[in-house]
C-alpha cells in the first residue's frame, strides 16, 4: 500500500476482545495517522511436526513407524474435523476418487508442451488433452485454433494469461479492478508491467465508466484487461459485453487489447446459469483460467488455462533434450491432475455440473434470507453463490468455520457439499454468538455500507 509502513508482531489477545494467542499482526501505519490490523494465522513453528534422526535399532523395534503412524492418525481426525467447519474458501470437497488409488504408486510428469510427446514415458498427456478438448469446447474455441494446459494452481493460470499479453503487447499497460485476485497484481510486479487499477461498484464488478476514463488517459499504449469471472471476495461478475464496448469507444481497435478471463471459481459454474452472460472465444478474448479444485473438487491445487493458438507461439521454445516444446510456466507439471480432472468430467458431464450450480445457487439464496432474517447484513450478486455478511466480532469464531474476511465483511462460499444442514448449524451458532456479542448494549454491529451498499446493510444507522 503507498504511504505505509508495514510493522509485524505477535499477540497473545487482542481484537474485538477475542483471544487470537499465537497469531501474528501486520499493522499498516499510514503517513496520516491511521493504523490498520490485520489479524494473520498462528506461527506454524508452535505446531510443527519435527523431523529426528531414526535410531540405530529402529528397524527391530518399529518405534520409528509406530511413531509415524500415531501422528498420522492424529492427522486424519484433525482433517476429519476441520472439513467438517469449512464455509469460508470456493473448495468442493464432496469427492470419491477411490477409483484413481492404484495410479499413486506412480511417478506421473507432464513436462514440456501437452500436445508433443516427450522422452518422459510416464506422463498423462492423453488425459490433459481430453480435459482441455472438453473446457475449448465449453468456451466455443475450435481444436485446432486453441493452446492450454494444465497448471498447478489458479493462480498459475493468471500468470500465464498476463504473461500471453504481455508477450503479443510488450507495451501494453494491465488494467484489473481493485478487487482481482491478488495473483494479478503479482504478474504486474512480476512481469515489471504498468498496472492500472480501476475502481469497482459496490456489488463489486468493475466500474465500465472509469475503465473507459483510464484507457483515454492512456491511448497510445496497448490495453492488456483482466475481467472477473467472479470476484474472490464478493463473487462479482465483471460485464465481459461492457469492458469490449468500453474498449471500442475509447478507440481501441480488436488489435490493440488482450482480455484475460480470471474464471477461477465461476468460469466453470457460468455456463450453467440460465441467462447468464457467455463467456466464449468468440467474442474478443485471448485467455480463460479457471480452477480445478474449487467447483470441479479435485483433491489438489490445480488448474486449466486456454488461450488462442496463435498467440502462445510467441512463448514458444523447443527443448531437445525432452524432445517437446516448452510454452508453460513451470516445467515440471502434475501428471495426476489430469487424472482427477478427467475422472471428474466424465462422471458428472454438463448435465451433472448444471444440477449441482442450481443445487448452489439455491442454498446461497436460502442462506442469504435467513441472514436478513435474522437481522444480519447480507449481499448476494445475482450469478453467484458466494454470501457476503457482517464480518463476525470474534476471530475464534472465523477460525473455527474458516471464513475468508476483509475489513468489515466475511463471506461464506456455497459449494456442492455445503448443505442446508451446515448452513443452519452455522447461522444458528451466529445468532447465539451475536447475543453475547452485542446483547444489552455492549457494542454494535458494524456498518458494512461502504462495502456492500447501503440496502444490504443492517446497522443501527440502515437497518
Known amino acids: 500500500m503507498v504511504g505505509s509502513v508495514d510493522v509485524w508482531g505477535t499477540v497473545d489477545s487482542s481484537m474485538n476482545g477475542a483471544g487470537v494467542g499465537g497469531c501474528l499482526i501486520k499493522e499498516l501505519v499510514h503517513h496520516h495517522g491511521e493504523r490498520e490490523k490485520i489479524v494473520l494465522?498462528?506461527?506454524?513453528?508452535?505446531?510443527?511436526?519435527?523431523?529426528?534422526?531414526?535410531?540405530?535399532?529402529?528397524?527391530?523395534?518399529?518405534?520409528?513407524?509406530?511413531?509415524?503412524?500415531?501422528?498420522?492418525?492424529?492427522?486424519?481426525?484433525?482433517?476429519?474435523?476441520?472439513?467438517?467447519?469449512?464455509?469460508?474458501?470456493?473448495?468442493?470437497?464432496d469427492f470419491d476418487y477411490d477409483a484413481l488409488c492404484q495410479l499413486q504408486h506412480f511417478s506421473i510428469n507432464n513436462l514440456g508442451d501437452p500436445f508433443i510427446e516427450s522422452n518422459y514415458g510416464v506422463h498423462s498427456r492423453q488425459f490433459e488433452v481430453g480435459v482441455l478438448d472438453w473446457f475449448a469446447r465449453l468456451w466455443e474455441l475450435d481444436k485446432n485454433q486453441y493452446w492450454g494446459y494444465i497448471t498447478n494452481c489458479g493462480t498459475e493460470g493468471n500468470l500465464h494469461g498476463i504473461l500471453v499479453g504481455r508477450e503479443v503487447?510488450?507495451?501494453?499497460?494491465?488494467?484489473?479492478?481493485?478487487?482481482?485476485?491478488?495473483?494479478?497484481?503479482?504478474?504486474?510486479r512480476m512481469y515489471r508491467m504498468d498496472c492500472v487499477k480501476v475502481n469497482t461498484l459496490s456489488s463489486g464488478e468493475i466500474d465500465c465508466h472509469d475503465f473507459k476514463s483510464k484507457l483515454l488517459s492512456n491511448k497510445d499504449k496497448p490495453a492488456i484487461v483482466n475481467v472477473n469471472i467472479g470476484t474472490t471476495v464478493k463473487g462479482a461478475v465483471d460485464d465481459l459485453d461492457l469492458v469490449i464496448n468500453k474498449l471500442q469507444e475509447a478507440g481501441f481497435s480488436h488489435d490493440r487489447f488482450y482480455i484475460h478471463c480470471d474464471g477461477a471459481l465461476f468460469g466453470l459454474m457460468l455456463p450453467f446459469v440460465k441467462r447468464a452472460p457467455k463467456v466464449s472465444f468468440k467474442k474478443a478474448i485471448g485467455s480463460v483460467s479457471v480452477s480445478g479444485h474449487k467447483f470441479v473438487g479435485c483433491p489438489m491445487p490445480c488448474?486449466?488455462?486456454?488461450?488462442?493458438?496463435?498467440?502462445?507461439?510467441?512463448?514458444?521454445?523447443?527443448?531437445?533434450?525432452?524432445?517437446?516444446?516448452?510454452?508453460?510456466?513451470?516445467?515440471?507439471?502434475?501428471?495426476?491432475?489430469?487424472?482427477?480432472?478427467?475422472?471428474?468430467?466424465?462422471?458428472?458431464?454438463?448435465?451433472?455440473f448444471r444440477k449441482e450450480v442450481q443445487k448452489c445457487l439455491r442454498n446461497a439464496h436460502y442462506f442469504k434470507d435467513r441472514l436478513v432474517h435474522a437481522g444480519i447484513g447480507a449481499m448476494l450478486n445475482e450469478l453467484s453463490s458466494t454470501v457476503v455478511f457482517e464480518r463476525p466480532h470474534d476471530e475464534e469464531f472465523v477460525r473455527k468455520w474458516q471464513l475468508a474476511c476483509q475489513g468489515n465483511i466475511a463471506h461464506v462460499v456455497v459449494m456442492p457439499n455445503v448443505t442446508i444442514h451446515k448452513l443452519d448449524g452455522f447461522l444458528d451458532e451466529l445468532v447465539q454468538k451475536r447475543d453475547a456479542w452485542f446483547g444489552e448494549g455492549k457494542s454494535q454491529p458494524p456498518c458494512i455500507a461502504s462495502d456492500v451498499g447501503i440496502h444490504n446493510c443492517l446497522c443501527a444507522l440502515h437497518r
Open 303 to 352: 488448474g486449466v488455462l486456454i488461450t488462442r493458438l496463435e498467440h502462445v507461439k510467441v512463448l514458444s521454445r523447443n527443448v531437445e533434450y525432452l524432445a517437446s516444446r516448452d510454452a508453460t510456466i513451470m516445467g515440471s507439471r502434475n501428471g495426476h491432475a489430469p487424472l482427477f480432472l478427467w475422472y471428474t468430467l466424465n462422471r458428472k458431464g454438463y448435465r451433472g
Open 41 to 93: 494465522g498462528r506461527d506454524m513453528h508452535t505446531v510443527s511436526f519435527e523431523i529426528t534422526e531414526p535410531d540405530l535399532d529402529d528397524d527391530v523395534t518399529g518405534e520409528r513407524e509406530a511413531y509415524m503412524a500415531s501422528v498420522l492418525s492424529k492427522y486424519k481426525k484433525s482433517l476429519t474435523e476441520k472439513t467438517k467447519f469449512h464455509l469460508g474458501y470456493p473448495y468442493n470437497l
Open 169 to 188: 503487447f510488450p507495451d501494453g499497460i494491465l488494467y484489473a479492478s481493485q478487487e482481482s485476485h491478488y495473483s494479478v497484481f503479482k504478474a504486474a
